[in-house]
């Protein structure tokens, strides 16, 4: 199995959409499906359910899954790790939730400007990791949103977003302006796998403990909406999460949720000329 492969199986895993997935890898679909279809050969079993009602994973491809993560993310050190002895010049850039932000757009063609001879690699992160393996030395600086714990990290705000509640359009608090978070005490909420972040999970649950179902994927979250009237919170504003949600999916505006602050972050100590540079253009890129 090759790793261009398997990068591709984790895309549609956690999309759990053929186009959507081709989107993100910047591919169109039908090489994507192709890749997907010799990747199940070469497993001797499906790893996707396909049906009218859209694609999910079998029990094998739950399991490729964990194990594809897991070696990805032992190629992406190595690869990292072979650049610095080599002295290369190249940056790691961590990615979480939505790669399609107009800040993003601007600082990759700012950055592209200003160090055109530089290697930029970036590696998409999921929802349980708002370091984007920062910690595990995966990649250099990390474009995500915080709370989370911030030792041994320097954190740079780059903006602050609105949070809305996601929910169902055939909810009746879907027919409010706004909403408190008392109005969701009743509801079940989405949770992180254990081991996540403690201060993550409790901003994306209202700062309180809370029961539901575990999700790694903003998919998942909004799936998790879908079918089981979870709650879910999504930052407001700069084309989201209207450009991600299902049909029958709306937010309302929390009033009284802490805005999700976007932030550019690195280990605290490291003096890469690059991550100082990339800190700068990120600023200005996302004040615009």
Known sequence: MELRTLRYFVAVAEELHFGRAAARLHMSQPPLSRAIKQLEAEAGAALFARSSGGVALTPVGAVLLDEARALLDQADLLRARVAAAAGLAGITVGILGNGTDPGITRLAAAFRRGHPGVDIRIR??????????????????????????????????????????????????????????????????????????????????????????????????LQAVLWNSTVGLAPLGHGLPENLLPENLTVVPLADMAPSRVVSVWNAGDNNPLIRSFVEIATTAYRH
């Not at 030792?151 to 740079?156: D, E, I, M, P």
């Not at 602050?160 to 996601?166: F, L, M, N, S």
């Not at 706004?178 to 005490?185: E, G, K, N, R």
């Open 124 to 221: 998409d992160t999921d929802l349980t990791d708002p370091t984007c393996g920062l910690r595990a030395g995966l990649v250099d600086v990390a474009l995500t949103r915080a709370p989370f714990d911030e030792t041994a990290l320097t954190v740079r705000e780059l903006r602050a977003d609105p949070v809305g509640a996601v929910l169902r359009t055939d909810d009746p608090l879907a027919r409010r302006d706004h909403l408190d978070l008392a109005d969701l005490a009743d509801r079940r909420w989405f949770q992180f796998p254990q081991g996540t972040d403690p201060i993550w999970q409790s901003y994306w649950n209202g700062g309180e403990p809370r029961e539901g179902p575990v999700v790694r994927v903003v998919q998942e979250c």
